[in-house]
């Protein structure tokens, strides 16, 4: 009886050491701000088909997750709202240069109440306060920066700009009110509930907002994060991005 016991337990331990736990795999997104609700959406998507995938998503002013990247933060792909960041990291061998490709497209527009009489770029000089985030690490800001100089109104508005983190800060700073109006994405302008469209930035005053997508040098040696760049690829992922009001051409 105890040698029956013994050749049990034995074959248990033997059966045992054949048994792989399934491994959770951890993806680390690093995205701008203006990106959040879709690659979110995006991510969960791909999780319920791979159950052991789990999303770490990090969204921020494009310049400022650039920054933490090049600083040790873990990310395994990149979606920048210019290809100035996509660049800048690039250069210092953060990524998978061969991965990189354009994601998307979107459109700079300019929110404020309602009942306010700004219908060009040109009659922003009346306002009071107007939002665009910082130039130098929001790509929505740098765009607006841009179209300001090209319209020649930048001076006349150097005391006026209320500079915001990140484009998503910009959008609630004109619907909370705090400022008159703001320069944000057409995709942003459609999360506000107190403020409207007042009108489009016309496309000759900036370059075109372009977002870019790559794997990082880290995120290039995980099989998970390389199906879910594919999977941005797909027609089910394009579908995501038009439903959020982005432009895939």
Do not use: H
Not at 44 to 57: L, R
Not at 58 to 83: T, Y
Not at 208 to 214: A, I, L, N
């Amino acid at each position: 009886m105890k040698n029956m016991v013994k050749s049990l337990f034995l074959s248990f331990v033997v059966l045992m050491l054949f048994v792989v736990p399934a491994r959770a795999v951890d993806i680390n997104l690093s995205a701008a701000a203006s990106m959040k609700d879709a690659v979110s959406e995006l991510a969960d998507n791909f999780a319920k088909k791979n159950p052991g995938v789990k999303f770490q998503n990090n969204f921020g002013a494009s310049g400022a997750v650039a920054k933490q990247i090049e600083n040790g933060a873990p990310a395994d792909l990149f979606f920048s709202a210019n290809l100035k960041w996509m660049d800048y990291l690039k250069e210092k061998k953060f990524m998978d240069e061969k991965s990189i490709r354009t994601f998307a497209f979107n459109t700079l527009v300019f929110v404020g109440k309602p009942e306010l009489k700004v219908k060009t770029i040109q009659d922003v000089v009346k306002l009071d306060r107007i939002a665009i985030g910082s130039p130098r690490s929001v790509p929505a800001g740098e765009y607006a920066d841009k179209a300001l100089k090209k319209a020649g109104i930048d001076k006349q508005l150097e005391k006026k700009l209320v500079m915001a983190k990140d484009v998503r800060a910009c959008l609630m700073y004109a619907d909370s009110g705090e400022v008159s109006g703001a320069f944000v994405y057409r995709t942003d302008a459609a999360l506000a509930k107190n403020v409207k469209i007042l009108f489009t930035v016309a496309q000759e005053l900036y370059p075109r907002v372009t977002y870019p997508v790559g794997l990082t040098t880290a995120g290039s040696k995980k099989a998970e994060a390389v199906a879910f760049y594919k999977f941005l690829q797909s027609p089910e992922a394009e579908k995501v991005l038009l439903k959020y009001g982005f432009l895939v051409k």
